[in-house]
């Protein structure tokens, strides 16, 4: 699916793998290359949007980071923004850059600003003319520890309505006021693999997007209650409720009545759903005929524990081979009413084939099982922390 020069196509899947595992794809390049690509042939500006960062000697990540840097010492303009919430966490590489002349980096507390949530969105912009989104994080561990999955984005549209998200919450993050902009609701067509495409931004959370109507979750429950023949859907974690307990029925309630009208609904979802209070709805949630629920296993790497790796954590749905979903969020309300999250809804059968064929190469795998209604489920201790 590669393409060089100006035949790069609008869109492009982009992949992160678990080494040791069967998961890689031939025909989707990796983000560890990618984005040091994407770094380099930044002429202008580069705005970087993340979760947190956190880098490691010798990893993957660390070409990024030095990309970055290059790219500050050729007088590119560089603008990172990072979630306050993990800074004390992770604050070793955004000091790093800090120290950078060129770059300036901003923290936004996303809870005050928003009225609870967090930074969850992993993207950056290059020269306003392409974007990265993905479910990777800047995280050393996303690049060769992990199943992730993004896209590089050449839709001028599309990468404008993350270049103002990004404009607003840049400006947020110290109190500042959030530009004006124009609205990009989209769909915008794109080329992908020799045909075109229809691009639509999807962001979240409500009440904090340049552009209402680019809200996410409506469009994904209207996704879902258009399906025909089939929902695949994958994500880390899913959760009927919100952080506080609170009621989220409106995408469980739609892959209901997609698989009471017949529909064959498919759910993977991380091992990390183990633990009580979230293993108990994905057991009732795979009690209705037609709707499936697997739980997927990395094993754990040759070399040791790694925490917070060795996992499933793509994002994304395929709906009836035609019409598909790849963003940030996973599926619970606050991922959609209070944080910060950027998307894209695809409609075309070459773009929706091909992440159909990534869900069914991972249901298949000796590292999903069916969740069992009846068993009691032991979480995986994802820190190794006893």
Do not use: C
């Not at 009732?284 to 996992?311: C, D, E, M, Q």
Request: overall charge neutral; hydrophobic content about 40%; cysteine-free.
């Amino acid at each position: 699916m590669r393409a060089s020069g100006s035949e790069r196509p609008g869109l492009e899947l982009v992949e992160s793998s678990p080494v040791e595992t069967t998961l890689d794809h031939a025909d989707i390049p990796d983000a560890w290359q990618v984005w040091p690509e994407m770094v380099k042939g930044a002429t202008r500006t580069l705005d970087v949007a993340q979760f947190y960062v956190s880098n490691a000697p010798g990893s993957r990540l660390e070409p990024v980071i030095q990309a970055i840097e290059v790219a500050a010492d050729r007088g590119v303009k560089v603008r990172v923004l990072a979630e306050e919430k993990f800074y004390a966490q992770y604050p070793e590489t955004l000091e790093r850059l800090a120290k950078r002349p060129g770059i300036e980096v901003r923290r936004l507390d996303t809870a005050k600003v928003f009225g609870g949530g967090v930074l969850h969105a992993k993207y950056f912009v290059v020269d306003g003319r392409e974007a990265y989104l993905g479910s990777q994080n800047f995280d050393w561990r996303a690049l060769e520890h992990i199943q992730e999955l993004g896209l590089r984005i050449r839709v001028p549209e599309v990468v404008r309505s993350m270049a103002d998200i990004f404009e607003q919450d840049w400006a947020l993050a110290v109190g500042a006021a959030a530009p004006r902009t124009a609205a990009v609701s989209g769909p915008f067509p794109a080329s992908y693999a020799g045909s075109t495409v229809h691009v639509t931004p999807a962001h979240s959370p409500e009440g904090h997007l340049p552009d209402p109507a680019t809200w996410d979750l409506p469009k994904l429950v209207k996704l879902i209650d258009g399906a025909k023949r089939s929902v695949r859907v994958q994500l880390l974690t899913y959760k009927a409720k919100s952080r506080d307990g609170g009621p989220f029925p409106e995408l469980e309630d739609a892959l209901k009545r997609a698989a009471a009208r017949g529909v064959e609904v498919r759910l993977l979802v991380a091992d990390w759903g183990k633990r009580k209070g979230t293993i108990e709805g994905l057991q009732a949630l795979h009690a209705p005929p037609g709707l499936t629920v697997k739980l997927v296993t990395i094993p754990r790497w040759s070399g040791g524990f790694i925490p917070f790796a060795r996992v499933v954590h793509a994002k994304y749905m395929v709906v009836d081979g035609e019409q598909a979903w790849v963003g940030t969020s996973n599926w619970e309300r606050d991922y959609f009413t209070q944080s910060r999250n950027v998307g894209v809804i695809v409609e075309g059968e070459a773009f929706a084939n091909q992440l159909e064929r990534f869900f069914q190469d991972t249901w298949t795998s000796p590292y999903a099982t069916e969740v069992d209604p009846k068993a009691t489920y032991t979480a995986p201790n994802i820190s190794g922390t006893p």
